[in-house]
């Protein structure tokens, strides 16, 4: 009952605070970082992917695979740490950490904006270079598979143009697969997400998670994994549907 009302109970942490008042102001960062990084990804990943699969056997697309794969097998948390070595401490580049700088009145305005853009640049970045190869290195498979499929072939001989082949034929029916692995990727990103807040000390779910096992608050860690679990239902949930934009043969009932 207390559940359905939202009362996830009292945080032993952060005393006299309930867990749904810390979720509810710690979960915005977390979005903001998890969603910003997830766009650029696919989009760097799908066009990246798109131009290996059009130079598919070629120099170009053996240099852009060994990268997508090399980063793919980076630790999350091992990379941060590199980056924020380099960036942060060495050349003073980015912020070492936090969500935003000491003295920023907060509110919707330029000094609050920039602060919050500059803080999560870091972890976007590291975030972004981790995640994009997944979606490369299945748009260039993909891409392979269909352009040697017939109907493609049959395409280049009436004489249409490769632009216009990749364009408006073998990037959409590419994109299926690619949409099916961003829901099978979901729980791998935030993972991922998590693992970089606690390095960068960014106060989102992620990090409030770690203070939480630490010192056993288990009011607070069963509420920040209820929010998980929901989150990555109704993120695949989402995902079906706009897969069923994509493919007119899905009928959604």
């Known amino acids: 009952a207390s559940l359905l009302h939202g009362n996830l109970g009292i945080s032993y942490e952060f005393y006299p605070q309930t867990v749904s008042s810390i979720i509810a102001s710690h979960l915005p960062w977390t979005l903001f970082l998890l969603g910003t990084a997830s766009i650029i990804s696919i989009l760097i990943g799908v066009s990246i992917g798109t131009y290996m699969g059009m130079k598919s056997g070629k120099i170009q697309e053996s240099f852009l695979s060994t990268l997508a794969i090399s980063l793919f097998s980076i630790p999350y948390f091992w990379l941060a740490l590199i980056f924020q070595a380099i960036f942060a401490v060495s050349l003073k580049i980015f912020p070492v950490a936090q ?3 000491y003295g920023v009145p907060v509110g919707f305005n330029i000094q609050f904006i920039t602060s919050i853009f500059y803080h999560a640049a870091l972890p976007i970045i590291v975030l972004t270079l981790t995640i994009f190869p997944v979606f490369a290195l299945l748009m260039r498979n993909t891409m392979t598979t269909t352009l040697s499929e017939d109907y493609m072939t049959v395409a280049m001989a009436k004489g249409l143009k490769s632009w216009r082949l990749v364009k408006r034929y073998a990037k959409k029916n590419s994109l299926l697969p690619v949409t099916t692995s961003i829901a099978l990727q ?11 807040e606690v390095v960068f000390s960014y ?8 203070l939480a096992v630490e010192n056993s608050d288990y009011p607070l860690i069963q509420g920040i994994f209820l929010i998980i679990s929901m989150s990555v239902i109704f993120a695949n949930f989402f995902v079906d549907l706009f897969y069923a934009y994509l493919d007119p043969r899905v009928v959604l009932k």
Do not use: D, E, T
């Not at 106060?203 to 770690?210: D, K």
């Open 99 to 101: 969500n935003i700088s």
């Open 186 to 196: 979901i729980g791998y990103i935030v993972a991922g997400a998590f693992l970089i």
């Open 203 to 210: 106060q989102g779910i992620g990090y409030v998670l770690f």
